[in-house]
Nanobody, 118 residues
Framework: EVQLVESGGGPVQPGGSLRLSCVAS????????MSWVRQAPGKGLEWVST????????YNARSVEGRFIASVDNAKNTMYLQINSLKSEDTAVYYC???????????RGQGTQVTVSS
């Protein structure tokens, strides 16, 4: 059974940082393209970042480039999203998902809430 479990979200002030984690199981993580996506209140899913666990290459949305850093620990079947310089518009539920930028991400975790507010 495929499982993706996110953690690390919470309330944070503007300009703050968080590190999100996603533990994967039930599939060959090291050979699967993975993404972080988010859903702001009242909006659809938005692609944030894609990482290739095999070579650890990453590709970010322009809106988060320079602020968000995706990484992976293949030994732990875990991917991370370091989110810095947070803005109010980053408030969303963040999901890890199978698939790349052009996917609809049908396989994703339960999400972790990030709320940016002063």
């Amino acid at each position: 059974e495929v499982q993706l479990v996110e953690s690390g979200g919470g309330p944070v002030q503007p300009g703050g940082s968080l590190r999100l984690s996603c533990v994967a199981s039930g599939f060959t993580f090291g050979s699967t393209v993975m993404s972080w996506v988010r859903q702001a209140p009242g909006k659809g899913l938005e692609w944030v970042s894609t990482i290739w666990p095999g070579n650890r290459n990453t590709y970010n949305a322009r809106s988060v480039e320079g602020r968000f850093i995706a990484s992976v620990d293949n030994a732990k079947n875990t991917m991370y999203l370091q989110i810095n310089s947070l803005k109010s518009e980053d408030t969303a539920v963040y999901y890890c998902a199978k698939g790349g930028r052009d996917s609809t991400w049908p396989v994703r975790g339960q999400g972790t809430q990030v709320t940016v507010s002063s």
